[in-house]
Every structure is written in C-alpha cells, then in structure tokens.
C-alpha cells in the first residue's frame, strides 16, 4: 500500500500559501468588525453546519479512510460524527442562555449599582487541528468560536489531506468566505500560521510542537489554548476485577490504534496479577480483531514515518532487556506493506526506554507492576502531569486517593476516554499536556471575553470618597476600610 494515495478528485491546492494567510486574516477581520454575527446568526449558521455535515458522512468516512490507509466506519462515526454532531446540537440548544449577561452581585458599599459579566466575542479565531481525530479536533472547536460570534481561520493537518479537503469544501458549503476559511498546506504554513495576530489561537497537537506555536504567538501577545499530550496511565487498583478493567483499557488503548492522546499510555497493575491482566487483555484484543485476517475494525498507523517510529520504540525496549509481547502475529511484510502494528505489550521496560520517555501514540501499551497503591501514584507524581488518568477501583476512598494525588486534565473513573465525550465537561490539559479547555459552555467562554461591566445608580456613596477627607468623608473611610 502506497503511503500517498489518489485524492479521487480532491483539490489538494493550498487554499492559502504563506504570503497569502494575512490578507485572508485581515478579510475575516474587516468582515468582522463591520458585521459581528448576531444570535440568530450564530443559530442558523450551526444549523447549516448541521445539515451539511450530516450529508456528508459517507465523504467523510472515505476520506478519513483513505487517509489512514484504512480506518473503521464504526471508529469514524464514534469519534468524529457523534462527538460534533452532539457538540453543535449543544451549543444550539444553549445558545442564548450561554450568551446571556451573567448579573453577579456588587456588595453592599457599592448597593445600589449593579454589574454583569457579558460574554462578547473576540474577533478572529485560529485553529490548528491535528490529523488523528481531523474532523472532530477540527469542528468541535469551530463550533465554540462560531457560537460565540467569532470568525475562524482554520489549518488542518497536511498528514490527511483528504480530509483536510473534505473539511474546506464543507466549510465553504456553509460560511461565506469571510467568516470561515481553510488554509490548505504544510509545515511551513502552519509555521506562518501561528504567527498570524488572531485574538485567539487554539492548537491540537503534540507538547513539542505546542511549544513552537506558544513562541510563535508571544511576539503577538495572542492568546492561546493548548490541547497537547502526554503519558495518561491507568491504575488497576487490587480490588477492581481484572476482565473489566482489560476490557475497558483496550477499549482507550487500541481504538484508532492508539493514536488518541487521551488513549491509555501504560497500565499499573499490582504485582501479584500482572500476568492475568496481561492474558485478560489477550482475551480482549483476539476477540475484538481476531487473528486480523481481516482487519477490517483495526486501523493503520497515519504513515510511515510513525510506524517506523514505533517500531523502533519496541526495538529499544528490546534492547533494553524488556519483554515485547504483540497480542495477535501479523506478518512483517504484511505489517509493513498495510501499516498494520498490532497490539503490542510491553512488560519491564525500563524507565529510560523510549516507551516510558516519551507519549507512544501507538498500539503499544506498556504494563508496569506496584507493590501497594502509594508506589503507583508516586511513580504518576514524578512525571509531567497527564492530559488524562484512569483510576480503576470499586472503592470511593481509593479513587479519591488516586484523583487527588496527582492532577491530571481529565479523569475518567472505572473506564477510559469517555470524559472526552461528555460535552458539558471542559476538556483541556495542565502545564506539559495543555493550557486552556474547550467544550461545550467552557468553549463558548474559552473564545468569548467575559467582559465586566459595572452600572453606576444615579446616586452612589462612591460620589462621596473624594478629598476633602475631613469629616464625615474621613468617618466613612475608616468605617468602610474596616
């Protein structure tokens, strides 16, 4: 299998190259300001979206799939149909009470003015979506923006340009192109993209790269949110029954071949189970792909640049004594041919192997053994704080332990990945794994100034506190600093 493939009739064309991406601001812009998008402009605007969107899934689902190599129609529907369609389907319905100025109360030394907090759109938007989830870490965050009464500037990843196609002329179909447009290309427009002055830049992608963008906004001052990575562990705690927990783990380790940055990134089981867990999980992994004769529900890894990568990943925990146990044998040149790496455990590696170094985004899951629970959580404390952690206990003291010892982006308990899909939870990481959070109401804000506004009363106590302070003025000073 090829690693490009045919664009079927797809313009690949970079809507915008470098030199163009300011002048395509600056019209967002100008449109902006001469127009800001009303309520019932927000309204009808996710509504089209909506209706284009749901007629478009089987082109979405072909190009995703032709993108990966293959992906399974099941697997897009999940994670890119439902979770936007459910997103928009929110925002509509909770547009205007989002929107609505939010009274707070002022305290009685300034009784009797009043204050709200007005939600107000900040201009225009930026977004740099990633290739692993391309339509959903793309939408879902336009949808905030767009709810908000922004105008969006979008990149998509050059790694599915297929669908970085798909999602131009969809958008296109929608918005005029002075309040959404695309900008088709490679990394040396993303580069130029960051540095753009947006009022607002949010980035999906890897800690490293998040870096880069960070630096490239500074000298804007721009604002931004950062969705990025990181090593999300589970931790099986010793009351928790083993065929759940693998049952749940493979379903956060291998959908999308483990190319999820909330995807489980090692598992920490009690010693005395350890090879349990690991044939439980074997049970799991034969009887969701079988011997992956026809693979079908598996997907393959986005291109071959990242398969390399993660084999050489398993090379160094060889060399470095640890056991590599594939769940399932493939043929190598079958495995290199397809991009099909199976699901692949590692057990011992070492804390300075590449696995346990660095985010996998991959099919391998390392199993790493704790005597008691404190271990387990001071191995988690010693690391960047997770973008996720999946605590497996049916006892409340043991989760709240696990919880509070280490603070993570998200936390879902006695499962995993399913707080990503609950649109009233802010999604968004802490320092290493992120900035900022998006999702549902939180979106709305996270691209919206919460703008104080104080109303003076025709008559006020404030008109008061002015020298002369003598008297009266300086009883009620005193009186008032107390």
Known sequence: MNDVLPLDGLDSRPLAAEAELAPVLERLRTAWRASKPSLAQR?????????????????????????????????????????????????????????????????????????????????????????????NLALV??????????????????????????????????????????????????????????DHLLFTGSTAVGRKVMAAAAPNLTPVTLELGGKAPAVVAPDFPLELAAARIASGKWFNAGQTCIGVDYALVDAARRDAFVEALRAQVRARFGDLSDASNYTRIINTAQF??????????????????????????????????????VLDAPDDSLVMRNEIFGPILPVRTYARIDDALAYIASHDRPLALYPFSNDRAT??????????????????????????????????????????????????KLLPVFRQSRWAATDLLRPPYTGFVDRLVRFLSR
Do not use: C
Not at 90 to 113: C, E, S, T
Not at 159 to 175: D, I
Not at 181 to 188: H, N
């Open 141 to 198: 965050p336009l949808v905030s923006a767009i709810a908000a009464g922004n105008h969006v500037f979008l990149k998509p990843s050059e790694h599915t340009p297929r669908t970085s196609a798909f999602l131009r002329e969809l958008l296109a179909e929608v918005f005029p192109a002075d309040r959404v447009a695309v900008a088709l290309g490679g990394a040396e427009v993303g580069a130029a993209f960051s540095a753009l002055p947006f």
């Open 308 to 345: 390399d990568r993660l084999q050489s990943w398993l090379d160094d925990a060889r060399a470095r004594d640890a056991a590599v146990l594939p769940l399932i044998d493939v043929d190598a040149q079958r495995m290199r041919a397809e991009r099909l790496l199976p699901p692949t455990l």
């Open 43 to 135: 309204h009808a605007d996710l509504g089209r979206l909506r209706a284009a969107f749901s007629r478009r899934l089987e082109a979405m689902d072909a190009a995703i799939s032709a993108d990966f190599g293959h992906r399974s129609p099941h697997e897009n529907l999940i994670s890119e149909a439902m979770v936007t369609l459910a997103e928009i389907d929110l925002a509509r319905r909770k547009l205007r009470r989002w929107a609505k100025p939010r009274r707070v109360g002022v305290g009685w030394k300034f009784w009797p003015a009043r204050a709200e907090v007005r939600p107000a759109p900040v201009g225009v938007v930026g977004i740099i979506s990633p290739w692993n989830y391309p339509v």
């Open 399 to 448: 989760v709240e332990r696990i919880v509070d010892a280490n603070l993570s982006g998200g936390v879902s308990v006695n499962d995993t990945l399913v707080h990503f899909a609950v649109d009233t939870l802010p999604f968004g990481g802490i320092g290493p794994s992120g900035m900022g959070a998006i999702h549902g109401k939180t979106g709305f804000d996270t691209f919206s």
